[in-house]
């Protein structure tokens, strides 16, 4: 059973550009969630799924940011027209219910 | 919304030593989760709680879910170098997110 895989591991942006994020989460997972995380810091809530549905999108900025958790296929979070300050690393957990959750490796995202 | 404040931000102590830390939450939670982070890695969880007074082992670490169920604390015996690191404690309750302790760092003094 393979753990939670997000990809890419790296990605650089420039000013303006969208970047995709991926996270499959386990096998048997259908929960899912995203976290922000800057260097030295604690990780910040983003976002909260189940398949097809959002669950808590309440850490998430209105504007350019937007999750999806199809029923096949990975959970994508989205960043339009990406800035300096969305730099950082995402971090994708997955669980099977309202219990423990997995981290993936994270996707260090680095906007120059 | 839910708070967690997690204590101390950070420890230096020397191998050998005994390790104590806890988290306090604003409000009840069902579920509490103790999760180890190296640099440049992921978060890896190392204890999960689901009962008020529970205690639970795995290795040298020791975790508790406190009565009140607004508290956990996390214990490390006899520390080694491979310890070292960020850790963080999370908890949710019934459906709704998980929310994050702002971590305790621990360093190991030669």
């Known amino acids: 059973n393979a753990g939670v895989m997000q990809n890419p591991r790296h990605l650089v942006r420039r000013r303006g550009q969208e970047a995709r994020l991926r996270c499959s989460p386990m096998?048997?997972?259908?929960?899912v969630y995203w976290y922000r995380q800057l260097p030295e810091e604690g990780l910040k809530f983003m976002v909260y799924?189940?398949?097809?549905?959002?669950?808590?999108e309440s850490g998430m900025p209105k504007e350019r940011f937007s999750a999806e958790f199809p029923k096949e296929g990975p959970s994508i979070l989205r960043i339009q027209q990406v800035v300096r300050g969305d730099s950082a690393a995402y971090f994708c957990?997955?669980?099977?219910?309202?219990?423990?959750?997995?981290f993936g490796q994270g996707t260090r995202l680095t906007v120059v | 919304g839910q708070q967690l404040n997690q204590s101390p931000q950070s420890m230096f102590i020397q191998e050998g030593e005994d390790v104590s830390m806890n988290c306090t939450s604003s409000?009840?939670?069902?579920?509490w989760l103790w999760y180890k982070q190296d640099p440049g890695e992921g978060p890896v969880l190392l204890i999960a709680?689901?009962?008020?007074?529970e205690l639970t082992s795995n290795g040298r670490l020791t975790a508790q879910f406190g009565i009140t169920r607004k508290d956990s604390f996390l214990n490390i015996s006899a520390s080694i170098p491979s310890d070292v690191g960020i850790y963080f404690c999370?908890?949710?309750?019934?459906?709704?997110?998980?929310?994050f302790g702002t971590g305790t760092r621990l360093t190991i003094i030669p």
């Open positions: 799924l189940q398949k097809e549905n959002i669950i808590d």
């Open positions: 409000s009840i939670f069902n579920t």
């Open positions: 709680l689901y009962k008020a007074g």
């Open positions: 999370a908890g949710s309750f019934g459906n709704e997110k998980l929310t």
């Open positions: 096998k048997g997972h259908s929960h």
């Open positions: 957990a997955s669980s099977p219910s309202d219990r423990e959750a997995f």
